[in-house]
């Protein structure tokens, strides 16, 4: 009985490389949610997604940032041309089906991107 | 635009005492509000919440307050426990966009022996 899964744990990129990072939800959920944890500072929303499909994107970058939640495999959150500012923490969490009780969400541990 | 607020950035709390960490909000949508724990290094692991037609849930150690009125909810831990010392994040929801969640900053709880 997995939880949330994420990987890498810990990602180091130099500037202007790419970042990809995975997460694999909890057997049974289909949402998945993005969020992002500057240092000092609370989760941010990023992005929303149920498979296939993107629910909610209002906490994304316009550019260099994508995700992808696809039929088969973990859902991507993909950086493009990483620069110093998105160097943070980036949790993954899973809900099921809409009507979850208590609107809980389970959280991965976490990648830490440090970008040079 | 920060729509959930933790004001206190940390709270010291001798063991055996009481904790209370504090979180305001502004949008009047939200209408269900959770509290989450977080060790370093580990991911938020959901710890109590409060629908928006309640102004009280308990569940032992844990208590969650709400004032609708005033926009303001409250997370009562009583006795404080050591184990307890984390950082605490208010989170709060609205359903319109199927359960987007918005995170304060979070509190630094620190529990002296």
């Known amino acids: 009985n997995a939880g949330v899964m994420q990987n890498p744990r810990h990602l180091v990129r130099r500037r202007g490389q790419e970042a990809r990072l995975r997460c694999s939800p909890m057997?049974?959920?289909?949402?998945v949610y993005w969020y992002r944890q500057l240092p000092e500072e609370g989760l941010k929303f990023m992005v929303y997604l149920q498979k296939e499909n993107i629910i909610d994107e209002s906490g994304m970058p316009k550019e260099r940032f994508s995700a992808e939640f696809p039929k088969e495999g973990p859902s991507i959150l993909r950086i493009q041309q990483v620069v110093r500012g998105d160097s943070a923490a980036y949790f993954c969490?899973?809900?099921?089906?809409?009507?979850?009780?208590?609107?809980?969400?389970?959280f991965g541990p976490g990648t830490r991107l440090t970008v040079l | 635009d920060q729509q959930v607020k933790q004001n206190s950035p940390s709270l010291s709390v001798q063991e055996g005492r009481i904790s209370i960490l504090n979180c305001d909000y502004t949008n009047s949508m939200f209408d269900y509000f959770l509290w989450y724990k977080k060790y370093p290094a580990e991911g938020p692991t959901f710890l109590i919440s409060i629908s928006s037609i309640k102004d009280k849930n308990e569940d032992g150690r844990f208590t969650v307050f709400l004032n609708k009125s005033a926009k303001h909810l409250s997370l009562h831990i009583v006795p404080s426990q050591p184990g307890d010392s984390a950082v605490y994040f208010c989170a709060a929801s609205d359903d319109t966009g199927g359960f987007k969640t918005i995170f304060g900053a979070g509190t630094r709880l620190f529990v002296k022996a």
């Open positions: 969490a899973s809900s099921p089906l809409a009507g979850a009780t208590d609107n809980e969400q389970f």
């Open positions: 057997k049974g959920h289909s949402h």
